[in-house]
């Protein structure tokens, strides 16, 4: 069984930073951990994804070069750093695990979600 608790959302003005944190209770090793976003009415996305196993990443397109995802493996801790953030970057974000194979953009094969943390920037 995981357990995972995000914290660190909060308001912020446009070109602003903010870090995520998504604290693991449970083994996860060789799994896919990632970072969704979601807005009202719109499908949750995949913002960022990093292999465990071989710490091989993944970004989309709207958040290359600002966002970096990362791992501290004694804490096992996923961290999401947001840098020049802009509104549209509104949105409640979501950690989550997938523990087979390998990262997809899919979100009904990650296996374990978080609570979310809310994200707001303003212009």
């Known amino acids: 069984q995981v357990q995972l608790v995000e914290s660190g959302g909060g308001s912020v003005q446009a070109g602003g930073s903010l870090r995520l944190s998504c604290a693991a209770s449970g083994y996860i090793h060789n799994n896919c951990m990632a970072w969704f976003r979601q807005t009202p009415g719109k499908e949750r996305e995949l913002v960022a994804s990093?292999?465990?196993?071989?710490?091989?990443?993944y970004y989309a397109a709207s958040v290359k070069g600002r966002f970096t995802i990362s791992k501290d493996n004694a804490k096992n801790t996923l961290y999401l750093q947001m840098n020049s953030l802009k509104p549209e970057d509104t949105a409640m974000y979501y950690c989550?695990?997938?523990?087979?194979?390998?990262?997809?953009?899919?979100?009904?094969?990650?296996?374990?979600w978080g609570q979310g943390t809310q994200v707001t920037v303003s212009s």
């Open positions: 990093l292999y465990t196993g071989g710490g091989s990443t």
């Open positions: 989550a695990v997938k523990l087979s194979g390998w990262c997809t953009l899919n979100r009904f094969e990650y296996n374990y």
